[in-house]
């Protein structure tokens, strides 16, 4: 594999560098897609004080940051620690010498119990998805009020805080920004909240931005970050592959059905006799579900881990919209009931007006629409479309002229599958329907 090297940077990432060194603590604002992770690291080289800590979801802090430093040859020779397992093979890493540490959000309580009452041995902290700290009341957050303080390099990174967003903002910008002598925006979220919102409920549960508040604590913020543009428009998107993880029960479902040509879940039993039908429930198991009938009125859940993945990336957004493409309907309908927010072809115009997620089928989507003059740039392929056709004009819906941004298409596909023989079919421009049913009668 050849390694990029840091001339390869963007003018835009290398613009962020140069910022994030000045600041030493503060926020990187960028849109999934942008290339932030490998901004972050080479900033955090280039100030180095010691060892960091990169707090992640899991997995992110799994698939993404050790494959991302392997990437580049400035960044290949750091050491990556996973601060995950046992609590006794969590305190033998602990123990180790790394350069990076890589840890989820839910074990940092155990992390500050553990150095409780000594100095933390990390020089600067990179909070990959800052959002996962934006309330000052859970656990996590109370933790790290304090000791987060005495580390003097600090870098949060997330979209470009926007609607109810604005919110989570007090809590990013303490734990990248905040000092012992200062605490940025307001002395305390209770302060914040009073300063630029208001409550609308008599339980004072929903807070709302007053009016012009979401621009002023916008503008507030954007004191203690940077915000990363993505390249200037291109005509075309930027395709970003997204490497989901699935337990080893679940390859073992997808081995025994490739092979065996039947699967028995939740009691149900799968059948594919045929190479197409088989190709197509190898897909729906991907997917992390799978239809039982054949009048698909019915389906059984496999897995979560796309949708798992799929969140990280709502999370990511910070309230930009986002333009999610479904192949089967299940796709659509477990999404919805893990976030209800989701929106439907059927809410188009709410959607351009007000942002948000909108979920979508390709067929539905593919031509005429103009869905990025809401201001979207952003898109996800929950599962891709083996149409040539299909692929290029859900695409297209964004790419196109009048766009002001650069576009990004996030696929999300899980390795050594059926989804690596249609996302290259689909690179290369082929409609080559006998192969990709080959490919999943395959030994």
């Known amino acids: 594999m050849k390694l990029l090297k840091r001339a390869d940077l963007s003018t835009e990432q290398s613009n962020a560098v140069e910022a994030l060194t000045r600041m030493r603590r503060g926020n990187l604002w960028a849109k999934p897609g942008s290339g932030k992770t490998v901004v972050a ?12 800590l990169v707090v992640a979801t899991k997995r992110i802090a799994e698939l993404v940051w050790r494959q991302e430093l392997a990437l580049w040859e400035h960044l290949q020779h750091l050491e990556a620690a996973l601060l995950f397992g046992t609590p006794k093979q969590r305190d033998k890493i602990l123990a180790s010498s790394a350069d990076f540490y890589l840890i989820n959000y839910e074990l940092l309580p155990w992390l500050a119990d553990e150095l409780h009452g000594e100095p933390w041995p990390y020089r600067s902290i990179l909070f ?7 309330w000052a009341g859970t656990r996590r957050f109370k ?43 307001a002395p305390s979220m209770g302060h914040f909240k009073a300063k630029w919102f208001h409550p609308v409920d008599k339980e004072r549960r929903i807070w709302r931005p007053n009016t012009g508040g979401e621009a002023e604590v916008r503008a507030a913020a954007a004191k203690y970050a940077h915000s990363m543009p993505r390249s200037s428009a291109a005509p075309e998107a930027k395709v970003v592959p997204v490497s989901v993880s699935v337990p080893t029960s679940v390859r ?9 040509l039947c699967l028995t879940v939740d009691g149900y039993e799968i059948l594919a006799p045929e190479a197409g039908t088989v190709r197509g429930k190898l897909l729906q198991l991907c997917s992390g579900a799978i239809y039982t009938n054949p009048d698909r009125s019915h389906y059984a859940n496999v897995h979560d881990a796309k949708a798992e993945a799929l969140g990280d990336i709502i999370d990511d957004m910070q309230g930009e919209p986002l333009l999610v493409f479904y192949r089967f309907r299940h796709e659509l309908e477990r999404m919805q009931a893990r976030y209800p927010d989701i929106m439907t072809i059927n809410d188009t115009d709410s959607w351009l007006k007000h942002g948000g997620i909108l979920m979508v089928h390709p067929e539905s989507a593919a031509h005429g629409l103009n869905l990025h003059v809401g201001g979207c740039s952003t898109s996800v392929w929950f599962t891709l479309p083996d149409s040539q056709e299909l692929w290029e004009q859900g695409n297209r819906r964004l790419a196109r002229k009048g766009q002001r941004e650069e576009v990004v298409a996030m696929v999300l596909a899980i390795q050594n599958t059926i989804e690596d023989t249609i996302a290259r079919n689909l690179a290369s421009h ?3 329907q006998d192969e990709l049913i080959d490919a999943a009668t395959e030994d």
């Open 252 to 260: 073992r479902q997808y081995a025994a059905l490739e092979a065996d």
């Open 128 to 134: 990959d998805e800052i959002s996962k700290l934006k």
């Open 143 to 185: 933790k790290l009020r304090r000791p987060v303080l005495d580390i003097p390099v600090r870098i949060g990174m997330t979209g470009t805080p926007r609607g109810n967003a604005v919110m989570g903002v007090w809590g990013q910008t303490y734990m990248a920004a905040a000092t012992h002598e200062h605490v940025p925006l």
């Open 430 to 432: 082929g409609k080559l």
């Open 41 to 52: 690291a080479t900033a955090v080289t280039d100030m180095f004080e010691g060892p960091t």
